[in-house]
């Protein structure tokens, strides 16, 4: 949950580098509440808008966290636009957030896990 709430104080910040363990972790976070408001408004019969709602809370530090997370890959955050071609795109940008991130500093700041 820590991991969750970092990127949430880091509310945009795109500059400097995220592990792989608070992007995933963010994901995770993601999935869960998502599920479970989707699983609260079909019980209650409702039209979605809590889910919407969070969708749209959650939509910029996803985007910052998604740069930070390319940053630490020494990707530029631009890398992000892949996403937007069909099956591939999202193949590569899954393969960029899964791999380690470069050892010591880079064009982008020092190392999270050093620091």
């Given amino acids: ?13 795109f ?16 999935m869960i509440i998502g599920f479970v408001l989707g699983f609260v408004e079909g019980l209650i019969g409702g039209p979605g808008v809590i889910g919407m709602i969070y969708c749209l809370a959650v939509l910029i530090p996803g985007i910052a966290v998604s740069v930070r997370r390319l940053h630490d890959t020494n990707r530029s955050g631009w890398w992000l636009l892949i996403a937007l071609v069909p099956l591939v795109g999202v193949i590569v940008l899954l393969v960029f957030m899964a791999t380690d991130s470069t050892p010591g500093d880079n064009q982008f700041g020092p190392n999270p896990k050093t620091a």
């Fill in 1 to 13: 949950m820590n991991w969750y709430l970092e990127v949430l104080k880091k509310y945009a910040v």
């Fill in 15 to 30: 500059g400097g580098r995220a592990r792989r363990t608070e992007y995933w972790m963010f994901v995770l976070f993601n």
